[in-house]
């Protein structure tokens, strides 16, 4: 096992190195020296522009540059906002609790409704409600989330008036944060309604974000499952005598849930994409309005910085979804070390 | 009283290409203690009959029988949950190709123990006494160690005798053996065949054990029943059968069987089981049959009497020689 995760590590290191040299050049490959581009449409005279060069280090050579970016980093500078002049690293960590808890209640809604609906429309096969647990994800697999989202606040917040529109509470209640999830600090504040309000602001962006990740968990599940049923083993279990629960729920699922998992693992990716349009549609305060906000001001040592962020912790996830197959398959586990 | 009755049994799976019979019309009946053997080619319908009556085809097989009984107990009424209790306990089966039939996830004793706390309610401790027991009595070595132990850990062979363990561990009545030793090593594979006498004589069960080896079904079994095509081509006592077959395809496998040879060359049956669309009008051995006749390859032959194995020919061999032969056509 120790070998195995030592393998895992020694592949993700080496891409993260990778990822700090696309954030790298991104900045670089931009039209205009950074400078330039922080300048604006303002403009900038000759010398205040090779005093700002020289200042940010951009007069060194290329190699030297990313050595100086890569020292940084390992000091756990992730560079400084040019227009907040914080670093980096501090307003990602202020913002970052929002993206997560509205990502990891919009995974646990997906996973929670497309584990079961794959599994029941794999077992039902061919009939209605497989085809219509079919139809529902392939919809919900390609609905424009813009789209989507504005429809729903249109429905339940304007219609029915039964949602808040944006943001994550009620201005009518103010706490400090502690653990930075909303819903965990209103009730820690103890403040009568706070949490219903924080609910009550997540339902709706969690619904948009969970849309794709739930239709893909649903479809994966399905076909995994179905492979899985008409395997041996299967066969086997149900010659033992095991009910329907036993055979299917654990004897298939455990076997079915591998390639599952690689799917979780990756719409991790994709709900970080999808928390950038669906904070800036219900102004979540989040990563993903962070970063559409910074690229609209060129704010661009936010955008390399958050970029390299969001970046490590998808690969941390993935890091921890290989771990995870071989917790559930010994044999991937066995063969791999 | 029989164990085991089966009356008729036709199993059809529906297909892209329509209807296709993998099984007609297959009786056998066991009894107890008995050793019974189904011979046959691939894709003779050996394992969908025995899986019809365990009830784990897929849903696309529809099946029939004028009867099917275990124990006097009508499994064609019997509802799914009263199945699963016979299944698994008083008849057990085992297959073909071990290293896929037990569960990558699950360790062996997990595997193994999950009948002993179904069927019979066996609490932990016990559960593991008997897992260890049962993996010696199949003989497996440092059986405790075994318990934690993964199937991809272990050989084929390992994996065959831990099925058989499974298959034995809640004491089955019956034991289906669906060509145990077919994905096995030679060597292995008498081993595994002797293991599965001592538990038969053991146990006092019966075993239906389905091979396309002649040789086997001579060291082994008692009767035969010959299967051809999802059809019975003949039955009969393992001595009869191997002095007098009484059908051509009988008689064809036994020329096969290399001990039976004087040639150097092993003389094997030319062509293969028809399949779903190439299922010949008459007689469905007429386009293998060195005597097949214009009526062989027309009308289909019923099945003769119970002292020719009722054998499903026109022309019933007694001796070496067909009988009602017409005299025009030279075999
Ligand atoms: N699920 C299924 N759907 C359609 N046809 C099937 C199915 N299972 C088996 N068959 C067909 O039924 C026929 C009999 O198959 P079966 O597995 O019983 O043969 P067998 O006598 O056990 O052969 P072998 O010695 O190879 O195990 C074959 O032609 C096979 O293709
Ligand atoms: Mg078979």
Redesign the pocket.
């Known amino acids: 096992m120790f070998l195995y995760l030592f393998k895992k590590l020694a592949v993700t290191i080496p891409t993260f190195f990778g990822v700090t040299l696309v954030a790298f050049i991104f900045i670089r490959l931009l039209p205009g020296d950074p400078v330039l581009l922080m300048a604006g449409e303002r403009g900038i005279s000759d010398e205040r522009h090779a005093v700002l060069m020289a200042e940010m280090g951009f007069d060194k050579p290329i190699l030297v540059q990313y050595g100086y970016y890569l020292a940084d980093l390992a000091h756990g500078d992730f560079g400084t906002s040019i227009i907040t002049k914080r670093p980096v690293l501090e307003e990602f960590a202020t913002l970052f609790p929002a993206t997560m808890e509205l990502s990891i209640c919009a995974m646990l809604l997906a996973i929670l409704l497309g584990l079961p609906a794959g599994m029941i429309a794999a077992t039902k096969r061919g009939t209605a409600i497989d085809h219509t647990v079919m139809t529902t994800a392939l919809a919900g697999y390609s609905m424009p989330i813009f789209w989507w989202g504005l429809l729903l606040i249109i429905f339940f917040s304007g219609t029915l008036g039964w949602t808040p529109v944006s943001g994550r509470i009620s201005l009518l209640y103010y706490f400090e944060p502690v653990t930075g999830f909303m819903l965990i600090d209103s009730l820690l504040s103890g403040q009568e309604g706070a949490f219903q309000s924080a609910l009550s602001h997540l339902i709706l962006p969690t619904i948009v974000l969970a849309t794709i990740p739930l239709a893909v968990i649903a479809r994966q599940t399905r076909s995994a499952m179905l492979e899985v049923l008409s395997e041996d083993y299967v066969r086997t279990a149900r010659a033992k005598g095991l009910g329907p629960q036993r055979v299917i729920g654990l004897h298939a699922l455990r076997n079915a849930m591998i390639p599952v998992i690689t799917v979780i693992g990756l719409q991790v990716g994709v709900l970080f994409a999808g928390a950038i349009l669906t904070e800036t549609i219900f102004s979540w305060p989040g990563i993903g309005k962070w970063m559409v906000e910074s690229i609209f001001r060129r704010d661009y040592s936010a955008v390399q910085g958050g970029l390299l962020l969001i970046a490590a912790i998808v690969m941390l996830v993935n890091l921890a979804v290989d771990l995870l197959y071989g917790i559930i398959n010994p044999q991937i586990r066995h063969t791999d070390s | 009283m029989p164990l085991l009755e089966i009356e008729n049994l036709t ?1 059809s ?3 892209a290409g329509g209807q ?1 019979t ?2 007609d019309k297959v009786s056998l009946h066991i009894e107890p203690g008995e050793i019974v053997s189904v011979v ?12 019809a009556l365990m009830g784990l ?2 849903w ?2 529809t099946v029939t029988a004028d009867r099917l009984a275990f124990n006097n107990q009508d499994l064609k009424t019997i509802s799914k949950s009263e199945l699963r209790k016979i299944i698994g306990s008083k008849m057990a089966m085992i297959f ?1 190709e071990p290293m896929t039939s037990l569960n990558p996830c699950f360790t062996i004793g997990f595997q193994l123990t999950e009948t002993l706390k179904i069927h019979l309610g066996m609490n932990r401790a016990e559960r593991k006494k008997r897992a260890i027991e049962l993996l010696e009595l199949v003989g497996i070595p440092e059986p405790r160690k075994r318990l934690t132990a993964f199937p991809h850990q272990l050989s084929g062979g390992m994996n065959q005798r831990v099925m058989i363990a499974m298959a034995i561990s809640c004491n089955p009545e019956l034991l289906i053996a ?2 145990p030793t ?1 994905a096995l090593d030679v060597t292995i594979q008498a081993q595994i065949l002797e293991l599965l006498l001592n538990l038969q004589k053991k146990q006092g069960m019966s075993l239906v054990l ?1 091979t ?1 080896d002649m040789g086997v079904v001579a060291e082994t079994a008692e009767r035969v029943a010959v ?1 051809y095509a ?1 059809q019975q081509v003949e039955k009969q006592q393992v001595k009869g059968l191997f002095s007098n077959p009484h059908h051509p395809y009988t008689q064809a496998l036994l020329n096969s069987l290399p001990e039976r040879s004087n040639s150097k060359i092993l003389p094997s049956i030319a062509g293969v ?1 028809p ?2 669309f190439d299922k010949p009008k008459g007689c469905l051995f007429s386009p293998r049959c060195d005597y097949a006749t214009t009526k062989c390859h027309t009308i289909p032959p019923t099945a003769a009497s119970e002292e020719l194995g009722k054998a499903l020919c026109h022309y019933p061999i007694v001796d070496g020689k067909p009988t009602n032969y017409p005299e025009e056509v030279n075999p």
């Open positions: 199993v799976f529906q297909t296709f993998a099984v046959g080619e691939s894709g003779s319908g050996k394992s969908v009959a025995m899986l085809l897929p696309t097989a073909q669906d060509e077919t389905i396309h299967q999802g089981v399949g779903q």
